[in-house]
C-alpha cells in the first residue's frame, strides 16, 4: 500500500495514491441520495410510514405488506451535474449529464380471506442509492510544483524501490533525477524556485450505487405491517484526471520563454475504475394506529461489499536538456503497470423512525428520521495477499475513519395533496455532516422535491424533481501549501418519470 491523505466528500480533496483507499472512499459508499420512483422522489422519500411504493424497498421494506393489488414499475432518471470551480481568480463551469434507471420494481400480491393475515406480498426491484457522476475542471497561474511533490517522496529511495505509480514515472521522464552520483538516493527536480506555473486539470466521474432487493411483507389485520429485504448493491465507480502545468507565462518583453528553462509542462494522467457488489438485511414495520395516524420504522443491516480497484497513470514531461539548443527539446512519457487491488468495505448502520398524516382522501404529510453510523465504516484486506504495510495502513485507516466521521441524522420531509386523479407533492431533505467538527468545517447539504401524479384505475405517471446544492473544496495533491485549492460549488438536478401498472 501506498501513503494516503484524509479526504472529504464536500471538501473534496484527493490524493495522488490510487491504490489507497481514503476517508473520502468509505463515505462515498455509505452516503445515499435515493433516487426511487418518482412518487416517493417527489415527497423527499419519506413514505416509510405510509407504505404502497416500490421505491421504499430500498428504505422500509415492511411498505411490500400495504399492497393490496400487484403492481409494476420503470422509472428512468435523468441528471444533470452542474460544478462551478473558483482558482487563482477564475471560474470554470462544467455540466455531466447522465441518464440511468432510477427504479424498476413489481410486487406479487397474495391474499387471504381466512387467516388475520391479509396478504403475503414478494417483490423484487432496483433501486439507485446513489449517482456518483460529475464533471469539472480550472485553470491558473500560480506559484508551486507538482515536482516538488514527487521530490519530496522520492527521497531517501533507491530509484529501483520508488512507487511506480507516481514518482517512479517523474524518476522515468527526468522529471526528478540524480544530481549526485555518489548519493543514489537524493533527487531534485529543474523547476525554478517560485515559479509561476499555469495549472489546469479536468476532472470527470461517473458510476452510481444500484441495489437489486428480493422483499417480503404481511399485513396482520390491515393494521401491522412487517417486511424484510436482502439487499444486493452493486457499485460502479470511474475516476478520469488529467493534471497539466505549462510554463509559458509572458514575460516583461512580450516574449513566452517561461521562468524555468529546462521545465517545458508536464500531463498527469490518473485512471481509476472501482466495481463490487455485496449483500445486506433490512427489517421494517409500519403500525397504523388510526385511518389518520401511522408509525413506521426500518434498521438497515452494515453491507459487506467486495470492491476491487483498477488502476494506472501517465506522466508526459516536455523537457528543454540545453536552454540554448533547442534541438535537445524531449517529449518524455512513462506508463505505470496496470494495478489492481480487492478488499471488503463495511458501510454503516442505519435505523429509520417515521411518522405519517393521512386527511381523508384528499392529502398526507409524513416524515422519516435517519441515524446513520458513519464511524462504522470499515476496510478489510485479504491477509493472505496482503503485506504487512498493507495490514499497518489498514488499521490506520479504519482508525482515521473513527477519528474523523461521526453519527449523524437525516430528516426527510413531505407532502402530497389529491386534485380528483391529479396529485401535487412537494418535499425537504436535510442531510447532516458526517464529520466530526473539531476535523472538518461543518458541511451541510439540502435537497428540495416537487413533483406530479395521474392516478387512473389501472395505471400511473409521475415525473419529479429534485435539486441539491453542495460546496467544498479540490486539492489535486497536497504537499506544503504550493498546490492548488479549488473552491467547487455544485448543483445538481435530478429528473424521473414514473410508470406503473396495477396487475
Known sequence: MVRYIISTLFLVTFSLGLKSQSVQDALRYAYFQYAGTARSLGAANSFGALGGDLGLLSTNPAGIATFRRSEFTVSP????????????????????????????????????????WKTFNFSIGLNRLSNFNQKFAYEGTQQGTIADYFTFYAQDFFPEDLYGFEEGLAYETDLIYLPDPNQPTFYENDVTVGSQLRKKQTVDIRGGIDELSLGFGANLNHKFYVGLVLG??????????????????????????????????????????????????????????????????????????????????????DITYDESDPTTQSLNTATSPEGDFSYVYRSPLRVYGDVGIIIDKFAFASAEVEWVNYNFANFKFDEEISTQDDLIYEQELN????????????????????????????????????????????????????????????????????????????????FDGSEPLVENSGRNSTFVLTLGFKL
Open 77 to 116: 432518471g435523468v441528471l444533470l451535474a452542474n460544478t462551478t470551480s473558483s482558482f487563482a481568480g477564475d471560474d470554470t463551469k462544467e455540466n455531466k449529464f447522465n441518464l440511468n434507471i432510477s427504479n424498476a420494481a413489481v410486487v406479487f400480491v397474495s391474499t387471504s380471506t381466512e387467516s388475520k
Open 232 to 317: 444486493l448493491p452493486f457499485v460502479n465507480y470511474t475516476e478520469e484526471k488529467l493534471y497539466e502545468e505549462i510554463d509559458d507565462i509572458q514575460q516583461n518583453d512580450g516574449t513566452f520563454d517561461g521562468s524555468s528553462p529546462f521545465f517545458n509542462s508536464l500531463a498527469f494522467q490518473q485512471n481509476l475504475e472501482t466495481t463490487g457488489a455485496g449483500f445486506n438485511l433490512k427489517l421494517g414495520m409500519i403500525y397504523r394506529a388510526s385511518q389518520m395516524l401511522r408509525f413506521g420504522a426500518a434498521v438497515h443491516s452494515p453491507s459487506f461489499i467486495t470492491l476491487t480497484d483498477f488502476f494506472g497513470n501517465t506522466l508526459d514531461f
Open 399 to 478: 482508525d482515521n475513519i473513527s477519528n474523523t466521521l461521526k453519527s449523524t441524522i437525516n430528516i426527510r420531509l413531505g407532502g402530497e395533496i389529491a386534485l380528483e386523479q391529479f396529485r401535487i407533492r412537494g418535499g425537504y431533505t436535510f442531510n447532516g455532516n458526517p464529520y466530526k467538527e473539531d476535523v472538518v468545517e461543518e458541511q451541510n447539504r439540502n435537497t428540495l422535491h416537487l413533483g406530479l401524479g395521474l392516478r387512473k384505475k389501472y395505471f400511473y405517471v409521475d415525473t419529479a424533481f429534485m435539486q441539491s446544492f453542495s460546496k467544498g473544496n479540490f486539492n489535486p495533491y497536497i
